[in-house]
C-alpha cells in the first residue's frame, strides 16, 4: 500500500472508502459519527452557536501543535467565546496529492484527542484530494455546534467603563512560533504554539465567576486587534498596564530583533476577557485552576475617555497610544 | 521602574535648564522614543527630532528607481528588504514594478539572497544593499559567500550609508545628537569624538527604555555646563575601538563614495560601494545602470522633516493623500520613518507635538 495520498483516494470510490476506513474511521468513532449523508443529531436544550473556521497553516506541523489540532481548537473556541458549549463538528479536508499518510494519520489522531478532552463530537466529515500544487499540503475546515449555557450571552459590544481587562495566558507565542518555523529569518528560540482549547476555562468562568461581559480569542492580529475591535463595538477606551502584559522571554526577544508588537502576534490558546473589575480576582483564581488558563492575569481598565483608542501606561510611567492594527509589521534592518 | 531609571525619570521632568534641541539619528530610537511615550516627560526647554536614521527612508527616489530598471528591463530578480518594496521611486515603486511582472523577492538578510542565487544559478540576482554601518558587513559576507560559492549571478545594487558625514551636514540642526548604538558599536567612538573638536556634542545611545533615559538624562545633565561634551553611555556594548573585524571586512570590500541622501542631497565620501577589483559584484556595473537623481513628490517635506525643520504635521500630505497605506515619502513607508512613527502614535495627542 501506499504511503503518500493519491488522486483517486479522494475520487469517492473503492479508494476513498479506504481511506475513510483506515485514517478516520478509527479516530472519529462515535455514536453520531455516520456513513450517511449528514448526521442525526439530538436537539440541544438551549439556544444554538454555530461558527465555522478553515485552517491553512504552514508548516502544517510546529512546536506544540499541528493543523488538525489547531482546527479542533480555532473553532472550539470561537463557540466557546459565545457561551456555548462545543456539541458537534464537522471537518472538511483538502489534501494536496503526494501528501504523507502517515502525516494525515497524526494530524487525525491529534484532532481525535483535542475533540475528547473538549467532549466535542466530530459527526460527519469530508475528504477532497487535489492535484499536486493546487494546496499546501493539507487545508482542514471545521464547523461546530455549540449549546449556549448563559442568558447573558458575551459581546463585544457589551465592554463598560470600570470593568477588568484579562488575559487567560501569554500573548503572541502562536504568531512567534509559526514565523519561526517558517526559517525566513534564521532565527532560534525556544518557543512553542499556545494552541489549546479553552473551553473548560470559559465554562467555569461562566458558571463560578458569572457576567463575563466580552470573551474573544486572540487568534489572527493577537490581543491588540481584539481591544481595538472591543473599544469600537463598545464605544469605549481601554488602558493598558505595559509591565502587566505576560509575554513569555524568548518571544520579547524575537520581536525585539524584527522589531514587532507581541499584542499583534496570533495566540491559539488565549483569550481577552472583560468582567466588572469586582470580579476580576474571582476570575483569575478560577482560570488559574485549569492548566490551559494557569497564568491568567489582569493587564488593564476598560475607560470612559479616550473611546476608540487602546492607550498603554509603559514602564517609565508616560501614556502612549497602542498604535491601531492594519499597518504591516515590518522587520526593522538597523 | 528601578532606582536609577525612576530618578533618570525625574531629572528629565523636572529639568530647566537651557533651551535644548536634541537630535536622534536612528529608526530604533525613533520608535522606541514613541513607543516609550519619552516627548511626554520632556518640558518645553527640551526638544527631541528625530533626524536621518532611518536607512530606508534616506534612500534616494533615483535608486529606486535604478532598482526598477534592474528587474523590469534587465530581468534581473531583486532581491530587497521588505521595506523598501513600497517606497516610491520618480515612476513607480518595486510594487508597482511587480505588478507589471517583475521578479522582486523579500529577504530578511543579504546572505539569504546569496542562497537564492546559489539555489537559481540560472537567474541574475541582485540585492539591493542599503543601510549604515551596522547592516553593511552583512552585504559584504553576502559578497564573499558568492565568491567562496564561484558564483556568476549575484550582485549588489548598493546604497550603502556611513553616519559621520550626515552627523556634520546635521550639526547646524540640533544641540545635542542621540547617537545610534549600534552604528558605534562597529565603528567605535573616534567620530564622535571628532565631532567634539568640532564642538558638536553627543551621547551614544542604546535601545531599552533604561539606556535611552538615561542617556537623555545624562545629555541634560551634561548641557549645563554650556560646553560641548561626548559621553558613551552604552559602553556594555559600543567599545572604544568597535568591532575592527566588521571595520577591516568592509574595507577589503568597499570603498567611499559620495551619496545621495532623500531630502537632504549630496554628501561627499557618505556612501560606500564596492571596489573596482570586484566590479563583476557591483549590478550598476555588471548591467550598465547609470546613477541618477530621480524626484520626488514635490509637496513632500520629507527633506525637512529629517533636518528636524518641520514636523510630520506640517506637511501638507501627511495623513491626507500620504499614509501608511499609501506612502508618498520614504519616511511614511518604513516603521521606523519619522512620519509612520508620527502617524502611527499620532492619536495620542499629548505624545505628539
Known sequence: ?334 | MNESLKAAVEYIKNYNGRKIRMMEVCGTHTHEIFRLGIRELLNENVEIVSGPGCPVCVTPPGFIDEAVELALDKKVTVCTFGDLVRVPGTEQSLSEAKASGAKVKVVYSPQDAEKYASEHRDEEVAFLSIGFETTTPSSVIAVKNAIADGLKNFSLLTANKTMPGAYEAMADFADVFIYPGHVHAISGISDCEKMLEKGVSGVIAGFTADELISAIAIALKKSESGKPFFVNAYPRVVKAEGSPEAQKMVRQFMEETDAEWRGIGVIADSGMSLKSEYAEFDAEKKFGIERRSGRSNPGCRCGEILKGMCKPAECPLFGKVCSPEHPVGACMVSGEGTCSAYYLYGKDKTNVR
Open chain 1, 1 to 334: 500500500m501506499s504511503d503518500k495520498i493519491t488522486l483517486a483516494e479522494g475520487a469517492g470510490g473503492k479508494q476513498t472508502a479506504a481511506l475513510i476506513d483506515s485514517v478516520f474511521k478509527e479516530n472519529f468513532t462515535n455514536e453520531y459519527f455516520t456513513a450517511d449523508d449528514a448526521a442525526v443529531l439530538p436537539q440541544p436544550k438551549g439556544r444554538i452557536a454555530m461558527s465555522t473556521d478553515g485552517f491553512i497553516v504552514s508548516p502544517v506541523f510546529f512546536p506544540g501543535g499541528n493543523i488538525g489540532k489547531l482546527s479542533i481548537c480555532g473553532t472550539v473556541n470561537d463557540l466557546s467565546c459565545m457561551g456555548a458549549r462545543p456539541l458537534y463538528l464537522t471537518s472538511s479536508f483538502i489534501i494536496e496529492e503526494g501528501f504523507e499518510k502517515e502525516d494525515l494519520r497524526k494530524i487525525v489522531r491529534s484532532m481525535a484527542e483535542t475533540a475528547a478532552y473538549v467532549g466535542v463530537k466530530i459527526v460527519a466529515g469530508d475528504t477532497k484530494v487535489v492535484p499536486h500544487g493546487k494546496a499546501d499540503g493539507v487545508f482542514i475546515t471545521t464547523t461546530g455546534v455549540g449549546e449556549i449555557i448563559t442568558d447573558n450571552v458575551p459581546s463585544g459590544a457589551k465592554a463598560k467603563p470600570g470593568d477588568a481587562v484579562i488575559v487567560t495566558g501569554d500573548v503572541g507565542r502562536h504568531g512567534a512560533t509559526i514565523l519561526l518555523s517558517r526559517d525566513d529569518y534564521g532565527i532560534e528560540a525556544d518557543i512553542k504554539s499556545d494552541c489549546a482549547p479553552l473551553w473548560k476555562s470559559v465554562e467555569s468562568a461562566i458558571k463560578e465567576v458569572g457576567d463575563v461581559h466580552v470573551i474573544r480569542d486572540a487568534t489572527r492580529g493577537g490581543v491588540g486587534t481584539v481591544l481595538y475591535e472591543i473599544t469600537k463595538e463598545s464605544g469605549v477606551g481601554v488602558r493598558l498596564e505595559a509591565e502587566e502584559i505576560p509575554v513569555a522571554e524568548p518571544v520579547r526577544g524575537v520581536c525585539s530583533m524584527l522589531g514587532l508588537e507581541p499584542l499583534y502576534l496570533a495566540c491559539e490558546g488565549t483569550m481577552v476577557m472583560i468582567v466588572p473589575d469586582e470580579k476580576s480576582d474571582k476570575l483569575i483564581e478560577t482560570l488559574s485552576k485549569i492548566s490551559e488558563t494557569k497564568d491568567a492575569k489582569k493587564i488593564g481598565v476598560i475607560t470612559e475617555e479616550h473611546s476608540g483608542l487602546v492607550s498603554l501606561k509603559t514602564e517609565i510611567g508616560t501614556e502612549t497610544v497602542l498604535p491601531e492594527p492594519g499597518h504591516e509589521l515590518l522587520p526593522r534592518i538597523c
